[in-house]
């Protein structure tokens, strides 16, 4: 081998050598990288999966074939030599995922689809989420009052991105909570629908038939919608509305939106829900579902749409609104579906895919909701008794707020009437034989079973000649009352001033009220109760039937009544004083129409068929038409869009009222009712202001008869020992005149010891001799001195009283005379006789009645005198002074004759039977008519 090639060989060698060295460092770099690459795909694969979801990498057919970490230039090239890496290489990673995915579901599925499970089950029990096996075709019983299911079921849902599928109910909150908006494709408008009847028929199926009202509007079909729930509409239960009448239906929703806000929500209540409390419903619900094209609204219509939804939930309005594209700003759940069926909704959340529940057995919707309508109509048809009014339980209302009463029935349904602060009095008007009686007594009833007697006060009062109130007041053949009857006044016909009296308690209750309110710094009734929650202030309610006799005239009374009408009507609101006022006809009552003041605040309105003027004619005429036993009850002020017709049961008949009133007084008797009857004069016996007399006073109480007023008071008159204590009564009828004479000197009688008192009755008329010994008997029997004398003696005792004060008087003797009554029936009968001098003294028998009037009060003597004319009685006192009269009742006299005696008031008595003016000088600013005492003298 030559050098050269020697040195060839090297070379070569060396090269061989370097380029080995070099290829080994170019394979030590390329398997370096090869290895990060793998980790850095590992990396991405990692990032990748845990970005895109666990469940849905493992669905991904793109990574199925993962070359993320190819080079640039080996994609470019697609390097032969390099196969892509395979899943297996990611195995690791991927397990660990898995892992991680498990690990952090794991709470979830072993315990929150059975929490759920749980939490559906128990706020939403039976047709709210149970399967249709357990209830569909049972009509529901549930009334509202234990609450209404917080979630209806819809379905099932998984979470999507679960390891395993754990399902759970996923149900949807509803009434009153929020409306439902369902959007669908074509392919799953089906299941919309399906699900729209399956939620209806689960609310359908939980309360009472009647309680849920369904209305309908598609607009694409007249009919189809929802066919399985046809059979609902013959018991008025669905009503399915027009395709080109969308404003129709929103127009009737709006409108019971706005009944409701001023009927029902009253007294600070937002929600029908807080009104029910714990209570039956009162308002049914009303679903409407508005099926849609996936095309806007016309702009008013959506913006009529908006607003229902604004203010629907607090009044029971619900929505379903399905594919129509629509935001609305109060609560509303929205369940989207897809075109395979599979859906999301607002409650669960994206994450969640929602099955919807299987339709219900095609056969078995229209036969459940068959069932719902007969028992609807079954319902419909029993309700309407006078017991329907009346609660399960008695007494167990509160009346804070004010007090609400079923008193009819529209279609099954009962129909209120309500007062409160902004409901304060209602006018009732009707022609004779129309019902108002009997419609009252439903009222009453209704009422009076709803509230205890600690919760509500009656005043009645009945200007008519008959017996209307006179049940609810113990009687001779019935001892029960109406616990909750203050006061009873029947026959009140003649004696308006009972009205006025009526309306003067109130006021001045209502003036009690108001002061007892400023001490606790509060206003209404409502809060007083809130402040001073031991003290007792019901609501009282005041029914004067025929209360057009308190206007009758144009005199002091109708005055003083509409003055005070107009006071109790404007402040009794907020006192808790309302007031029921009934008549015939309304129209003619002056007093009544011609003061704004008074009957604008009677906006509650009820008419009974062919009633005139009490609702806002002529617009409004619904009382023409109306059918026997049907009234408007109208809380408008009669204005037309707040009628509401209904049926009044027959409350009068035998078994209903009375029934009732035995049942609550057994229940709790209370104090019996004050009682005034017009028809009847009271027995001075059974007068507590008769019988509390005691002896002891030094200054005796005469009683003269019953003061008209609402405590049942007697008329009376302080002897004392001052000028002018004397009684003169005035009038030509024996029978008046002995009976307050007869009423005076027994209530003397029981006020002195046995023969502590003298009486002397004087008979100068024959035929007051049975009532002079009647009293006479009645004094003796109590111990008293009594003589009668007759015309024969009178000079001569009044001679010797006169001769006794004299000496007294004239200090020729100091010994006290004892109490001496002189009881004159018919003084001006013994005029002439008085009349004549005594030849030796000059003093004639007046001259001697005129000291004894004059100076026997101060000593205890008093005259007790009757004179049957005004002009008679002057001649016996001294010409122009009459002060020796200090108190006189007046019978058949007229008012201007009076008007030497008395106020100007006076002026305006106008005589009627058995009814006395009665003015004491000393004690009145104006006259009070009575009603003599009975004294038990056999007629
Ligand atoms: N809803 C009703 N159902 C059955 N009968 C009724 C009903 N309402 C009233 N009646 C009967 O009609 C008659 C007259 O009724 P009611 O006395 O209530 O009328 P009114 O308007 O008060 O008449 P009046 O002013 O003449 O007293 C009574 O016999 C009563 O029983």
């Known amino acids: 081998m030559s050098r050269r090639d020697d040195r060839r060989q090297r070379i070569e060698d060396a090269f061989a050598e370097f380029q080995r060295a070099v290829s080994a460092a170019l394979g030590s770099v390329a398997r370096e990288h090869r290895a990060l690459a793998t980790e850095h795909a590992k990396d991405m694969f990692e990032f990748t999966v845990r970005g895109m979801g666990v469940d849905k990498a493992l669905q991904d057919v793109a990574l199925k074939d993962v070359t993320p970490f190819l080079t640039v230039d080996e994609k470019r090239t697609k390097n032969?030599?390099?196969?892509?890496?395979?899943?297996?290489?990611?195995?690791?990673?991927?397990?660990?995922?898995?892992h991680d995915w498990e690990q952090s579901f794991h709470e979830w599925t072993s315990t929150g689809p059975e929490q759920l499970a749980e939490l559906v089950n128990s706020v939403a029990a039976g047709p709210a989420s149970w399967p249709h096996e357990s209830w569909l075709g049972h009509p529901g019983t549930h009334d509202g009052s234990e609450g209404v299911p917080e979630l209806w079921r819809i379905g099932t849902g998984v979470v999507t991105s679960a390891p395993t599928a754990a399902p759970f109910p996923v149900a949807v909150p509803l009434l009153d909570q929020a409306h439902l908006h369902i959007s669908s494709t074509s392919d799953s408008r089906q299941l919309a629908d399906t699900l729209v009847e399956t939620l209806l028929l689960r609310v359908l199926s939980h309360f009472q038939p009647g309680l849920v009202h369904v209305h309908v509007w598609d607009v694409g079909q007249l009919t189809g919608s929802l066919p399985g729930?046809?059979?609902?509409?013959?018991?008025?239960?669905?009503?399915?509305?027009?395709?080109?009448?969308?404003?129709?239906?929103?127009?009737?929703?709006?409108?019971?939106?706005?009944?409701v806000h001023t009927k029902v929500l009253v007294d600070g209540h937002l929600t029908v829900r807080s009104v029910s409390g714990e209570g039956r419903r009162t308002e049914p619900w009303r679903v409407a579902v508005l099926f849609g094209n996936r095309k806007a609204l016309k702009e008013d219509q959506q913006q009529q749409l908006q607003r229902v939804a604004r203010n629907g939930l607090a009044c029971g309005v619900q929505l379903f609104i399905v594919d129509i594209?629509?935001?609305?700003?109060?609560?509303?759940?929205?369940?989207?579906?897809?075109?395979?069926?599979?859906?999301?909704?607002?409650?669960?959340?994206?994450?969640?895919?929602?099955?919807l529940d299987p339709a219900l057995p095609r056969t078995l919707v229209p036969r459940a909701c068959a069932a719902i309508a007969e028992k609807r109509e079954e319902r419909r048809s029993r309700m309407g008794k006078f017991e329907d009014l009346l609660p399960d339980r008695p007494w167990t209302e509160n009346s804070s707020a004010g007090v609400i009463a079923p008193v009819g029935f529209d279609d099954g349904e009962q129909v209120c009437v309500q007062l409160g602060d902004t409901s304060p009095h209602a006018l009732i008007g009707g022609p004779s034989g129309s019902g108002k009686t009997n419609f009252l007594y439903a009222m009453l009833g209704s009422l009076c079973a709803r509230y205890s007697p600690n919760e509500l006060e009656l005043y009645l009062l009945d200007f008519k000649e008959?017996?209307?109130?006179?049940?609810?007041?113990?009687?001779?053949?019935?001892?029960?009352?109406l616990p909750h009857a203050r006061l009873v006044g029947v026959n009140v016909n003649t004696d308006r001033e009972f009205g006025v009296a009526l309306l003067r308690f109130l006021s001045d209750e209502m003036r009690r009220r108001?002061?007892?309110?400023?001490?606790?710094?509060?206003?209404?009734?409502?809060?007083?109760?809130a402040e001073d929650p031991t003290g007792l202030w019901p609501r009282i309610v005041a029914v004067i039937d025929e209360f057009q006799y308190l206007f009758g005239e144009r005199d002091q009374v109708t005055a003083a009544a509409t003055q005070l009408l107009e006071d109790v009507a404007r402040r009794g609101r907020s006192q808790g004083i309302h007031l029921v006022l009934s008549s015939q006809d309304v129209s003619g009552i002056e007093g009544f129409w011609g003061k704004s003041a008074i009957f604008e605040q009677f906006t509650v309105r009820i008419a009974l068929p062919k009633a005139r003027r009490v609702l806002a004619e002529p617009q409004n005429d619904a009382a023409v038409e109306l059918p026997r036993w049907h009234a408007v009850i109208n809380h408008e002020s009669g204005v037309k869009p707040g009628n509401e017709i209904c049926r009044i049961p027959d409350s009068t008949a035998k078994g209903t009222m009375d029934s009732l009133q035995l049942d609550l007084w057994n229940r709790e008797k209370g104090r019996a009712p004050g009682l005034f009857d017009g028809s009847k004069i009271p027995l001075i016996d059974a007068v507590t202001d008769f019988s509390d007399l005691r002896p002891g006073d030094a200054s005796p109480t005469v009683l003269l008869g019953q003061v008209i007023d609402v405590a049942g008071s007697a008329a009376r008159v302080r002897f004392a020992r001052t000028p002018g204590r004397n009684i003169a009564v005035i009038g030509s009828v024996v029978q008046d005149a002995a009976a307050v004479l007869g009423g005076a000197a027994a209530s003397l009688g029981r006020q002195h010891r046995?023969?502590?008192?003298?009486?002397?009755?004087?008979?100068?008329v024959e035929e007051a001799m049975p009532s002079a010994l009647h009293l006479a008997k009645r004094l003796s029997a109590d111990g008293?001195?009594?003589?009668?004398?007759?015309?024969?003696?009178?000079?001569?005792?009044?001679?010797?009283?006169?001769?006794?004060?004299?000496?007294?008087?004239?200090?020729?003797?100091?010994?006290?005379?004892k109490p001496h009554y002189l009881v004159l029936y018919g003084v001006d009968a013994a005029q002439t006789l008085l009349e004549q001098k005594d030849p030796a003294t000059r003093m004639s028998g007046v001259d001697s009645l005129r000291t004894v009037l004059k100076h026997g009060p101060e000593n205890h003597t008093h005259v007790l005198g009757w004179w049957r004319g005004v002009t008679r009685l002057k001649a016996s006192l001294p010409p122009g002074v009459y002060d020796d009269i200090g108190a006189w009742v007046a019978f058949d006299v007229q008012g201007k004759e009076l008007l030497s005696l008395g106020p100007e008031q006076v002026m305006s008595w106008s005589p009627r039977p058995r009814r006395g003016l009665f003015f004491d000088r000393f004690e009145h600013s104006r006259p009070q008519v009575i009603i003599p005492f009975d004294t038990g003298e056999a007629p």
Not at 237 to 243: E, I
Not at 754 to 764: D, G, N, Q
């Open 514 to 529: 108001a002061d007892a309110a400023k001490q606790h710094e509060v206003t209404k009734l409502e809060h007083l109760r």
């Open 325 to 355: 594209p629509i935001t609305i700003n109060s609560p509303v759940e929205t369940v989207s579906l897809r075109s395979d069926g599979s859906a999301t909704c607002t409650m669960t959340g994206k994450h969640v895919t929602v099955t």
């Open 80 to 98: 032969p030599r390099r196969a892509p890496l395979s899943m297996s290489q990611f195995d690791e990673r991927l397990a660990q995922i898995k």
């Open 229 to 259: 729930l046809y059979p609902l509409t013959r018991a008025n239960l669905l009503t399915v509305h027009d395709p080109a009448r969308l404003h129709e239906l929103l127009d009737e929703l709006s409108e019971h939106i706005r009944q």
């Open 754 to 764: 046995a023969h502590e008192a003298v009486f002397t009755l004087a008979c100068l």
């Open 466 to 481: 008959g017996v209307s109130f006179a049940q609810f007041a113990p009687g001779r053949k019935d001892p029960s009352w």
């Open 784 to 817: 008293h001195d009594a003589s009668v004398v007759t015309i024969n003696g009178i000079k001569d005792v009044l001679t010797r009283t006169a001769a006794e004060l004299q000496s007294i008087n004239t200090g020729q003797s100091e010994a006290p005379l």
